[in-house]
Structures are given as C-alpha cells and as structure tokens.
C-alpha cells in the first residue's frame, strides 16, 4: 500500500461523495463535513482542486480528450451510488419483513426480532448521513485534541 493509499484509508471521503460536493448536491452538513475534512488533508484538497479545475476546463470547453480508463472509472463512480441507494433499500426490505415475521410466526418471535434489530443497525450505518456524521465527530475530536497528546502518538 501507498502512502496515498494509506492517508485515504483513514477517513477520506470517496469519489461519489467529493463528486457530489463540488456538483452541489450534498445536504448542507455533509458540506460542512466534507470541507473540514478537506481542510486537514491534502489529498482531499487536491481532488477537489482538480475537480473545479475539470469543471472550469469543461464550460470553456477546452478539456482534453479523456482515456479509456478515466472514462470507465468514471462510469464506475456514476454506478456505486445507484448501487449504494438499492443495497440501503434492500436493508430496510429485510428489516421489515423479520420484524413482521416476528408477529406472523410465534414460534421464532425473538430470534426475528434479534434478526430485524440486527439488520435495522445495518440499514441505518448504511447511511450516508451516519457516515458524514461520524466523519465530522472524528473531525472535531481530531481538532480538539491537545498538541500534546497528538504528538505523544507519533513517536
């Protein structure tokens, strides 16, 4: 693994969501979230930086010609949202049909139950909003933290 690899792995957010900032179509937390985050790490900063880049080339029409790879990649981002969204439904279909089972067949009454709490805490950390909310806490935890303690930790 990178060192870019290893920096992303801690926190960043992936490609569907920066693509989504700089697009405008993140809630207003999930900005905030993305632009804290982006604050601390450079590479974020960068994807972002190229990003508006790529957009400003775009509208003056002067973006060169894609490869074959880029354009493959980004057909691939395009599909991992649309598949995120199906997946996260596809929780709360199996949420919904063990808690009903739960009342419809006596017999397995707790071991349904268990399954739709089980699944529930699946749907809901699918969630895009859990997943900014945790990046913003682990944002302000990080900034809160006195040098000290920062730099015990690096030695």
Not at 12 to 38: F, I, M, N, W
Not at 101 to 118: D, E, G, N, R
Request: include cysteine; glycine fraction near 4%; charge should be positive.
């Amino acid at each position: 693994m990178t060192k870019i690899e290893q920096v992303k792995a801690v926190g960043c957010p992936d490609e569907a969501t920066l693509t989504a900032y700089l697009s405008g179509a993140l809630k207003e937390a999930q900005v905030r979230a993305v632009e804290e985050h982006a604050a601390t790490c450079h590479l974020c900063l960068e994807n972002i930086r190229a990003g508006h880049l790529s957009d400003k080339l775009y509208g003056e029409k002067a973006l060169p010609e894609s490869s074959d790879r880029s354009i493959r990649k980004a057909k691939g981002i395009a599909k991992m949202k649309s598949n995120r969204v199906i997946q996260r439904n596809l929780w709360l279909v199996a949420t919904i049909s063990a808690f009903s089972l739960s009342f419809t067949v006596p017999k397995y009454f707790a071991q349904f139950l268990v399954a739709a709490l089980i699944l529930g805490l699946k749907w809901v950390s699918e969630s895009e909003s859990v997943r900014t909310l945790i990046i913003a806490m682990d944002a302000k935890r990080r900034h809160e933290q006195p040098k000290e303690e920062t730099s015990k930790w690096r030695r």
